[in-house]
């Protein structure tokens, strides 16, 4: 392609909602074969809701008000959700404070009676903590809780599909690009979010490392692969990819890692940028 034939391609993507990073992106784009999709504020709008509360001992407001002073300050959409919910029952959450991080996984205080761990189930067992229920196949978000090594109970959250998904998804199916789902939610959450979509492959309870990583396999296969998520656990994915494309609203490492950014939250734009990139690279499949 010309160089003016790019710039008026990148500059028209602009203002329908796609921002190319640079000339070759548009090349990149033109020539992907393998599109993976983070789920959480990705595939779906990332405002999760509380579905049930489920406390090991004790009343559904002591593990929800625990759970709060560990999420509060955190800008995870599931910590968003439980410091709402604590809010709008009266009682309080953190203020982020003495909180460490760990993407993908959950957030950890260090309390007096010991620490407080909130998060997935692989985080707690990676804490060496037991007695989660075995997984109950509700296709839910579960965030588990547990204060030194005594296990507390689980928060469940349900979220909802963008409604433009499973038309992005078959229209990229048409365009001959293969899809799939990374998560470090659980494999039962991303089947059934990938079954509704009619997504090619689902992995679950992967770790930030873990997505990068499948993401690189992919490429030695001879993908190639284009990222597309909105957390700091998507960030090594992200920059990893041929093509990594953030959600407008996503977190700031991940609109810096990326090639590709969503500037309107509508995945539909995504294909279309695909379709303008081949289009102006004359590559038709
Ligand atoms: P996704 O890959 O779908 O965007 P994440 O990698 O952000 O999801 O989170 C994976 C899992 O880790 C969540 O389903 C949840 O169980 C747990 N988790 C991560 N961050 C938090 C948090 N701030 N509070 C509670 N649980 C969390
Ligand atoms: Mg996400």
Same mark, same amino acid.
């Given at each position: 392609? !010309?160089?003016?034939?790019?710039?008026?391609?990148?500059?028209?993507?602009?203002? /329908?909602?796609?921002?190319?990073?640079? #000339?070759?992106?548009?090349? #990149?784009?033109?020539?992907?074969?393998?599109?993976?999709?983070?789920?959480?504020?990705?595939?779906?709008?990332?405002?999760?809701?509380?579905?049930?509360i489920r406390?090991?001992?004790?009343?559904?407001?002591?593990?929800?008000?625990?759970?709060? /002073?560990?999420?509060? #300050?955190?800008?995870?959409? %599931?910590?968003?959700?439980?410091?709402?919910?604590?809010?709008?029952?009266?009682?309080?959450?953190?203020? #982020?404070?003495?909180?460490?991080?760990?993407?993908?996984?959950?957030?950890?205080?260090?309390?007096?009676?010991?620490?407080?761990?909130?998060?997935?189930? +692989?985080?707690?067992?990676?804490?060496?903590? $037991?007695?989660m229920d075995?997984?109950? @196949?509700?296709?839910?978000?579960e965030i588990h809780a547990?204060?030194?090594?005594?296990? %507390?109970g689980s928060i469940l959250?349900?979220?909802?599909?963008?409604?433009?998904?499973?038309?992005?998804?078959?229209?990229?199916?048409?365009?001959?690009?293969?899809?799939?789902?990374?998560?470090?939610? !659980?494999? *039962?959450?991303?089947?059934?979010?990938?079954?509704?979509? $009619?997504?090619?492959?689902?992995? @679950?309870?992967?770790?930030?490392?873990?997505?990068?990583?499948?993401?690189?396999?992919?490429?030695?296969?001879? *993908?190639?692969?284009?990222?597309?998520?909105?957390?700091?656990?998507?960030?090594?994915?992200?920059?990893?990819?041929?093509?990594?494309?953030?959600?407008?609203?996503?977190?700031?490492?991940?609109?810096?890692?990326?090639?590709?950014?969503?500037?309107?939250?509508?995945?539909?734009?995504?294909?279309? $940028?695909? *379709?303008?990139? +081949? /289009?102006?690279?004359?590559?038709?499949?």
């Open positions: 392609a !010309t160089p003016t034939a790019v710039l008026v391609a990148t500059g028209a993507s602009a203002e /329908r909602g796609i921002l190319f990073r640079g #000339g070759d992106v548009l090349e #990149g784009t033109a020539r992907l074969t393998l599109a993976a999709f983070d789920k959480t504020g990705t595939l779906t709008e990332g405002k999760p809701k509380i579905a049930a406390p090991l001992a004790g009343s559904e407001e002591d593990l929800l008000n625990l759970v709060a /002073r560990a999420e509060g #300050g955190s800008n995870h959409p %599931l910590a968003k959700c439980i410091v709402a919910e604590a809010r709008r029952r009266g009682l309080e959450s953190g203020d #982020g404070g003495g909180i460490r991080t760990l993407p993908g996984l959950g957030v950890e205080l260090d309390l007096e009676e010991g620490m407080l761990r909130v998060g997935s189930r +692989r985080f707690l067992q990676q804490a060496g903590i $037991g007695g075995p997984f109950s @196949g509700e296709a839910l978000t547990a204060l030194g090594d005594r296990y %507390l959250c349900e979220d909802t599909l963008r409604p433009e998904a499973a038309d992005a998804v078959a229209r990229l199916r048409r365009l001959g690009i293969g899809t799939a789902i990374l998560t470090g939610d !659980t494999v *039962e959450a991303a089947r059934s979010i990938g079954d509704r979509l $009619g997504i090619d492959e689902v992995h @679950g309870a992967l770790s930030p490392g873990d997505k990068a990583e499948w993401v690189k396999n992919a490429m030695a296969r001879g *993908e190639r692969v284009l990222m597309v998520g909105d957390g700091i656990n998507d960030a090594p994915a992200l920059s990893e990819a041929d093509v990594g494309c953030a959600m407008a609203g996503g977190t700031d490492i991940a609109l810096e890692t990326s090639d590709l950014v969503l500037t309107r939250p509508d995945l539909t734009t995504l294909v279309a $940028g695909v *379709e303008v990139a +081949r /289009r102006t690279l004359g590559i038709i499949r």
